[in-house]
């Protein structure tokens, strides 16, 4: 007579472990994709001044440029979320970091501006694609206790990847001219691609939810974080309701319809300041009349504050009201972007620095906040969803920087127009919050 199979609860399982070398190495590879997406991203805000004065540019045709990039990712991180819910995180991950290294490579050679500009569409849609599968798979393998603040850690690796954007322009540009900055944000994806062939895993929640056996890969995997001794007939379940249909359905039942919608809405307007400072902020502080060089040091403070502040707000995501959290720092975010434009000198670094802190460093929060609120099922999804929304914003938010520089207004009203979708944005995340309803679970089974 054969015994009945036990089960194994993968969420509490790795709830009740320490957090592995395993589990740090999956965190690892994660960060250096969205740094590597990071400054591809970038990297033209930062090459826009030189590329403009090569190619005698106006902002709108530098506006244009960005947009086109922007909208790639738009595209990209619509596409490949449903596809890495039903395919996997590992595959789609690899094969969108290769795919935006290689066209960065192609981008750099690019003889005029209209083929630049489609060049970056095209590089957007790798880039768009690789982002929400590093976040997932990031969620996926970390404890409930410590999800928020690992996967803002992770998510770090993006601001650290911009940043570098500005320091590489900094070096290359006198030297090797525009195309070089291009040439290096194509070699390292491209770099990174056999490790993580070698190395990456997929994820442990996804395979639970998968329609063939996975069970021995998954116990396998299981093993590599701690000691694991169970029959192989075993049944490894995940505590969440079963879903059925297209992933982007899944974001529109009663349980998440009023959640996706002001979380929409959240990284609309959290994207659009986002990528308007990251592509206009040198060029906006060149136009104040300090030299290139020494703006684009100013702009790098705030990625480092990006950086601080995403540590800073996934810890206590962690360790109070994530919603609460959010709705404050985003607030503080309009705050220091009307000191932005009235600073000058020492004054300015530290206001671009609080800039960064409150609004990149909620963004990093809001990423992780998403990737909590979602089952694995349509996790993907609605990370990228979000995000791809959230594109909108900030093409919209790349033309408007365009528009404000050629109206000529003064710098306090630009960044006072500026800090406008900040508000909003904290607005949109405590309503989410107020709305958002328990969910209830039922095991998946693998």
Known sequence: MQSSPSTLEIRSWLDNQRISLFQWRVLLLCFACVAVDGFDTACVGFIAPALSQEWHLSPSVLGALFGSGLIGLMVGALFFGPLADRIGRRATLIATVAFFGATSLVTAYAPNIELLVALRFVTGLGLGGAMPNAIALTSEYCPERKKSLLTTVMFCGFTLGSGLGGVAASQLLPTYGWRSVLILGGVLPLMLVPVMLAAMPESVRYLVLGNDDHRAKIATLLRKIAPLTVPDNT????????????PVRQLFTHEYRSGTLLLWVVFFMSLLVVYLLTNWLPTLIHRSGMPLVLASKVAVMYQIGGTIGALLIGRLMDKVSPTAVLATTYALGGLFLIATGIATGALLA???????????????????????????????TGISWALGIGRLGSVVGALVGGALLSANITFPILFSIVAVPAVIASVAIFACGRKSQAIETKPAIA
């Open 235 to 246: 049944r490894f379940t995940l505590q969440e309701a079963p879903k059925s249909g297209s």
């Open 350 to 380: 530290t206001a671009v620095m609080g800039v960064g802190f409150c609004i990149s460093g909620s963004q990093i929060g809001a990423n992780a906040y998403v990737a909590r609120y979602y089952p694995t099922a349509s996790r993907v």
